[in-house]
């Protein structure tokens, strides 16, 4: 056993926390108390003692002891979730096995199996978003995999993200783009399909400031200027309402909407309008306290009416059609006497939980009431309905297909039978086909829509009856692809597709064998390759598909290749040469350019250093370019300009393995750059360029590679400069040449 281990076993209960230590437990106890209601106290602050001592010693970005992080995380989910005290104890302990030498026998020992299955649980998903792309997408669905197991790990992986986000300015600027990136990406569009709307909005502000400060300032600061006369407004709105409320003898709480300032930003971009004509709308929430029903809901919405003139087409029941996700509420919009437009919601404190807090708050309200089970293992089953159907070769597709989902609008309709189905916004009869049953989206031929037939393209709208008439066979239509909004359309649409491009491309291929046969010519795969290229194919896969379609004459391809057999070479084999002249050139100026250099060039992290360091293959940075520092496998430090696009591949996935890096004030060192003179091949051109190189600019040149055809020619010269200023002052005189076209910067 462990020092911890025995620790936890015998002396854990009777540890004597310090003072600073003591009032962090008891500030959160109290949120427990507040927000979750009778826990086990011992429980929680047997957990956060072993928290405390598990972590001693360590600290964070901040330079704050480490336990502060696990302590805010449990708050989170104590305050903004609300669950259970075994989430909280479960948010206090969710570092411990990563991080510590506490194990998940020791977790299971001291509070049980459940806690130590969500702690693994987030332990297993801890590494989301760190590998590449392809990987990052096989890793996401793991992670959904986990939240079907047990829907607590993924809530408190979002209460880890959250405080993450709320201290992100220890960091460096590097690093805090690619958490805010990944957090804008998935953990907030996946924080609103739960209905953890106030999370969502908290990620997306936090986002928001970090990408893009001033914007989000600028927001800000109008939002603070407005604060005063809006709530005078609201308060002269609500006076004749309030007072018939209490008349009522109805018990409620009015409150202001959220202020969510990077929805605001969205809005003034996506209409092209400034923050005035779109902060123009004023909103406010009624809540009515338990035991209200959704009957007083109404009453409350006629009062409303009674007073002001509603926008019809601005009216949303989700009481009687709840979203997806839970969320039940009475949208309206009124007009008041002055012309102002006021949005109303209208909810009972119930329904605010689950708008506020998702379907965690389904676990307060599932004692004697189905609607919130029902409602969390209907979106349980959706996120593993989604899972049934991954293809193994796409799983980026299925990311996004996923993050498309999340984030729109959902559409109410009914089966022949009245049965209603949700789908995204924008989906057509085929998503509704393919959302009953795969086979009945297959055999799909027409559709009625309220009775009446209707093109399968169609898209639907609220409250439509869809009835799907189908045939005996696959009717599929490849077409679909551009029509269907739903990942498990697309899904089967996609397979669809490649079946149908490998037959037609086994046709083209037996057609093809069928010529040579006829001809007796033999030809090998490699050889074949050589003319899919010369006729523009990726592939000889391709090259037989458009033979199949009939878009690609046999004939021509056949006649090529018996002139091939005859004369021992394609026409196209010279520019073959020509272009490996030019490989050979790059390569061997890649290789020289990153030979020269005395070490002493950069500033990394802030100071001249000695650690190993060179310069990427990708690109070649000079004094002058913005470059990144990126720490290999090997340990050593890849030097790459930041506009790189495998720079920005980088940054974007392994952000954590981004340092600072500087041009150091004084370089006496001469770099090798290269530029590429396009022009006229005209006599004399040569001698000009070199007089202006040598003479005018006194720069001298390692090399020069010039090739002419038609009466044009490419030069490849490579020189030593000082920087980059130097280097553009070179381009910018050669440019003034006769007969030059273009310059450019050669990599």
Known sequence: MSNLKEIARTDLESLKLKKAQKQDLKQLLEECREFIGEINEEQVEKAFKLCYLSHDGMTRASGEPYYYHPVEVAKIVAREINIDEISVIAALLHDTVEDTSVTLEDIEYWFGKEVAVIINGVTKIEGVFKSRDSKQAETFMKLLLSMAEDIRVVLIKFADRLHNMRTIHHLKREKQMKIANETMDLYAPLAHRFGLFKIKNELEDLCFKTLDPTSFKFVARKLKEKKESREKFIKQFMTPVEKQLKELQLNFEIKGRPKHIYSIYKKMQRQQKPFEEIYDLFAIRVILETPHSKEDCWRVYSIFTDWYTPIPERFRDFISVPKANGYQSLHTTVITNQGKKVEVQIRTRKMDDIAEKGLAAHWKYKEGAQEGSESLDKFVNWVRDVLDN????????????????????ELYVFTPKGELTTLPNGATAIDFAFDIHSE????????????????????????????????????????????????????????????KERAVSDEGKTIWDKRIDRGKIEISDQELTKFAKMYDFTTTQDMFYAIGVGSFDVNKLFNEVKKYKSTGRIEEEQNEAVKATEDEIQQKYIKEARSVGDGKSLIINGELSNVKYSYANCCNPIPGDDVIGFISRTGDIKIHRSMCNNA????????????????????????????KVIGEDRVGMINDITDVLSKSLSTNMKSINVNSDSGMFEGIISLYVDGLSHLKKIMKRLERVEGVKNVLRYE
């Open 390 to 409: 991954p293809r193994p070769d796409a799983a980026t597709d299925f990311v996004k297909d996923f993050q498309l989902n999340l984030y729109q609008e």
């Open 440 to 499: 009945v989206g297959e055999r799909a031929m027409a559709a009625k829509v309220n009775g009446k037939m209707v093109p399968l393209r169609q898209k639907l709208s609220n409250g439509d009856q869809v009835e799907i008439l189908t045939g005996n066979k696959i009717n599929l239509n490849v077409d679909w692809i551009d029509d269907v909004v739903t990942h498990k359309a697309k899904s089967r649409i996609r397979q669809y597709i490649k079946q």
């Open 648 to 675: 920005l591949h980088l940054i974007k996935t392994e952000g954590e393995r981004i340092v600072d890096v500087d041009w150091s004030k004084n370089i006496e060192t001469k770099f090798l750059g290269a530029v």
